[in-house]
C-alpha cells in the first residue's frame, strides 16, 4: 500500500514569505526551488506530481515537505555544516609571515608561493589558502616617500593650519611647476581587440616635439588657477610667474605661498624684500604631497596630458591653457581631510607592507 504524503497547511504570513523567496531575483536557486516545493504540497498535490513538474526525484520533494511540517520556514534552509577542522592553521601562518622578513632565496628578488612551500615543506596550496586569507600580495607592490625632516611636525602643522584656518583677509595659494612635459606627436584612436573590446589605440613609435615646463598657483579658498608654461624652470622664470600672480593683489593684502623645497624656490630674499606682503611657507623635505596643487597636477595629466598627442609645443601649451579654462567653469576647493600626517614613523615590516 503506497504511503499517503502528510498534509501542509501554510499561514497567511508564511503563504507571503514563500511567495517572496519563489519569485525573488535576488534569491539563491536552491531557497526559491524549495519554496516553489512548498507552495505545490500546499494545494494538495501528490510528491510524485511535483517531482514530475520540476524534474526531481520523489525522495526530495518528500524531504523538504517533512521538513517544513517540522520546522516550518527555517526548514527549507541548509543546516549548518561542521567544517573540518584546519590542517595548517596559525603555526603555519606565523612560519610565513616570518620567512617573508627574510631575504629571499639566491637568485630571487622576492618571495613567492613556490619557495615558501619549499623551504617550509609545506604543499603549495597550504601557502596560497594561508597568503589569500591573509591578504598577501606577493607580487603586487606598493612605494613610499619617508620624510627625515627634523622640523616634520612644525612645517607640516604650519601648512596645514593654512589650509583649516587661513589668516584673516590674506590670500593662500599653493605653487609648483611640473617640469619636463612632453610633447609627443603619434597615431591614436579607439581599435577594436581580438575579444571584441574596444580600447584606445597608440601607435608604439612617435615623434618628439621639445618639452614644456609649467608654473601653477592653486588658490586654497576657491579652487582657481593661475599657470604659465616656460620652456626653462630656472629663479628667473620662477619670480617672473611669481610676479604675474600677485600683481592683482593689493599690497596691503598678505599672501602666503605654499611650496616646496625645490632649488628656485630657495634663496628668493631679494625678491622677498621687494614684495614685504608676501610669505613663503616650505612643506617638509620629501613631502610635497602635502601640497595641494599636486592634486591639480594628478587630474591635469589624466584629463589632458596621458594618451595625447601634440605636434608642437605651442600644441601642447594650447591644451593646457584650455583645460585650465574648462576646469575654472567648476573650480572647487579641495578640502583637507587626513586626519593623521606622519614623517618617519613607517618601518620595513609585514603589517606596513600590506597595508
Known amino acids: 500500500m503506497p504511503r499517503v504524503a502528510i498534509k501542509i497547511e501554510i499561514f497567511p504570513e508564511e503563504k507571503i514569505q514563500l511567495e517572496k523567496f519563489a519569485n525573488g531575483r535576488a534569491v539563491p536557486k536552491q531557497l526559491s526551488q524549495r519554496a516553489l516545493i512548498i507552495l505545490e504540497c500546499a494545494k494538495g498535490k501528490e510528491n510524485r506530481k511535483i517531482a514530475k513538474k520540476y524534474k526531481m526525484c520523489e525522495q526530495t520533494i518528500a524531504k523538504w515537505r517533512n521538513r517544513f511540517v517540522t520546522k516550518r520556514l527555517e526548514g527549507i534552509y541548509d543546516l549548518p555544516r561542521n567544517k573540518p577542522p584546519r590542517k595548517y592553521g596559525k603555526n603555519l601562518r606565523d612560519s610565513i609571515v616570518k620567512m617573508l622578513e627574510t631575504p629571499p632565496p639566491k637568485g630571487l628578488s622576492c618571495w613567492d608561493g613556490g619557495n615558501l612551500a619549499k623551504n617550509l615543506n609545506v604543499p603549495d596550496h597550504a601557502v596560497w589558502n594561508i597568503l589569500r586569507r591573509e591578504g598577501i600580495q606577493l607580487q603586487r607592490k606598493r612605494s613610499w616617500c619617508v620624510s627625515t625632516d627634523k622640523q616634520f611636525a612644525a612645517k607640516s602643522a604650519d601648512v596645514i593650519g593654512l589650509y583649516l584656518n587661513p589668516p584673516d583677509n590674506a590670500l593662500v595659494i599653493c605653487v609648483d611647476e611640473k617640469p619636463s612635459i ?39 579658498a576657491t579652487g582657481e588657477i593661475k599657470a604659465k ?17 600677485v600683481a592683482d593683489v593689493p599690497a ?69 591653457h584650455d583645460f585650465i579654462t574648462i576646469y575654472h567653469e567648476n573650480a572647487k576647493p579641495f578640502i583637507w581631510k587626513k586626519r593623521e600626517v606622519k614623517g618617519s614613523q613607517l618601518r620595513n615590516t609585514l603589517t606596513n607592507l600590506v597595508n
Open 182 to 220: 612632453q610633447a609627443l606627436e603619434r597615431a591614436r584612436g579607439y581599435v577594436e581587440t581580438s575579444n571584441g573590446k574596444i580600447v584606445q589605440g597608440l601607435k608604439s613609435t612617435y615623434k618628439r616635439h621639445g618639452t614644456l615646463n609649467l608654473f601653477a598657483a592653486l588658490n586654497v
Open 229 to 245: 608654461t616656460t620652456d626653462m624652470k630656472k629663479r628667473k622664470d620662477f619670480q617672473n610667474f611669481l610676479e604675474e600672480v
Open 252 to 320: 596691503d593684502r598678505e599672501i602666503h605661498v605654499i611650496m616646496d623645497n625645490y632649488c628656485t624656490h630657495k634663496r628668493n630674499e631679494n625678491w622677498l624684500a621687494k614684495h614685504p606682503n608676501v610669505f613663503f611657507h616650505f612643506t617638509p623635505t620629501s613631502a610635497s604631497w602635502l601640497n595641494q596643487v599636486e592634486i591639480w597636477f594628478g587630474i591635469l595629466s589624466r584629463k589632458t596630458l596621458r594618451n595625447a598627442s601634440f605636434d608642437s609645443k605651442e600644441s601642447l601649451s594650447r591644451a593646457i
